[in-house]
């Protein structure tokens, strides 16, 4: 088969990277949730992305280095894999990496996560130079729709409602910012994910405090053409602002958010998290999720002007 790699050019690849996944949901991580991740400011450099097509131009897979993850994303056809695409993946994803080292896109180091029992995936990193880390590692949690959902409590004089479209993105990006402690959330990026086809308006929830301040957040997803027949709902992402935290807000919002996606006919609600944010892996098991695979994370670094 003739395979040939070409980068990104547009929106229209961006509809054909998540129509490729949905086609083919099996060992993917990443499908309910890539409206969210495919809105990333990652895509304002085109040489961030890679695709593979055939001669036809039918695409095969691609891939992402994303820059505010500090992760590489990647999506492949399942009979295309015996013949080489994944090393072909990675040895773009690590040729960009090193070619952006040193620069604003550029990391000391990258991560790519995959399932525990994707061991073809595994030996391919490790063999490209990735290692398997010992201290970090995922899950990725369901819960059925049917089970009842608890009501959401809220402190008196909160509130959850819908954000209020364009005009609250900016306040959603500091809040956003606020709740996990770091800079790469920005109002470009969640304007983006507003324009989304997938996006809901009503599962784009927020806490507004008594003083109108926003002190939460949780975004639902949902995927009408999930595996199985399945309809599917994800969380992606949840936080609560510092000085609002130990209010049970992070449960209320989830809960609503839970309630809603019910409403919209979702029949499984997942979400994934890392092992080590113990207060997030304790609020969705009491939300009824539980553990459906284990997700491991690799690591590789990189050093500027190296070659």
């Known amino acids: 088969m003739h395979i040939?790699?070409?980068p990104y050019a547009g929106q229209a690849d961006?509809?054909?990277?998540?129509?490729?996944?949905?086609?083919?949901?099996?060992?993917?991580?990443?499908?309910?949730?890539?409206p969210y991740r495919l809105s990333s400011w990652a895509f304002d450099d085109p040489g961030n992305i890679g695709l593979w097509e055939d001669g036809?131009?039918?695409?095969?897979?691609?891939?992402?280095?994303?820059?505010?993850?500090?992760?590489?994303?990647?999506?492949?056809?399942?009979?295309?894999?015996?013949?080489?695409?994944?090393?072909m993946i990675l040895t773009w994803a690590i040729a960009r990496a090193q070619a952006v080292a040193g620069t604003p896109d550029g990391h000391p180091a990258w991560f790519v996560s995959v399932r525990a029992d994707q061991t073809?995936?595994?030996?391919?990193?490790?063999?490209?130079?990735?290692?398997?880390?010992?201290?970090?590692?995922?899950?990725?949690?369901?819960?059925?729709?049917?089970?009842?959902v608890?009501?959401?409590?809220?402190?008196?004089?909160?509130?959850?409602?819908?954000?209020?479209?364009?005009?609250?993105?900016?306040?959603?990006?500091?809040?956003?910012?606020?709740?996990?402690?770091?800079?790469?959330?920005?109002?470009?990026?969640?304007?983006?994910?507003?324009?989304?086809?997938?996006?809901?308006?009503?599962?784009?929830?927020?806490?507004?405090a008594p003083d109108?301040?926003?002190?939460?957040?949780?975004?639902?997803?949902?995927?009408r053409q999930g595996p199985d027949g399945t309809v599917l709902g994800q969380v992606e992402p949840l936080g609560v602002h510092p000085d609002f935290q130990g209010q049970g807000l992070g449960r209320a919002v989830l809960l609503e958010s839970l309630r809603r996606m019910q409403e919209h006919g979702a029949t499984l609600l997942t979400v994934e998290t890392d092992t080590y944010r113990d207060a997030a892996f304790a609020l969705y098991q009491s939300a009824?999720?539980?553990?459906?695979?284990?997700?491991?994370?690799?690591?590789?670094?990189?050093?500027?002007?190296?070659?």
């Open 120 to 148: 073809d995936r595994q030996g391919d990193l490790e063999r490209a130079g990735f290692v398997r880390q010992a201290d970090w590692s995922q899950v990725f949690m369901e819960r059925p729709a049917a089970e009842p």
């Open 150 to 208: 608890p009501p959401a409590v809220l402190p008196e004089g909160f509130t959850v409602r819908p954000l209020a479209g364009p005009s609250e993105v900016a306040a959603y990006a500091e809040l956003h910012r606020a709740a996990f402690g770091s800079a790469n959330m920005t109002a470009a990026w969640r304007a983006r994910t507003l324009v989304q086809p997938e996006y809901l308006p009503d599962l784009d929830l927020v806490v507004a």
């Open 56 to 87: 036809a131009g039918n695409l095969l897979a691609w891939a992402v280095l994303q820059t505010p993850f500090w992760s590489i994303d990647y999506a492949d056809r399942p009979d295309v894999r015996d013949f080489g695409i994944h090393p």
């Open 14 to 34: 961006r509809r054909r990277m998540a129509d490729l996944v949905r086609a083919h949901p099996a060992g993917n991580i990443h499908i309910t949730d890539l």
């Open 288 to 307: 009824g999720f539980r553990v459906a695979h284990d997700i491991w994370v690799y690591r590789r670094d990189f050093t500027a002007g190296a070659g």
């Open 212 to 223: 109108g301040r926003l002190a939460a957040f949780c975004v639902g997803w949902l995927d």
């Open 4 to 6: 040939r790699m070409r």
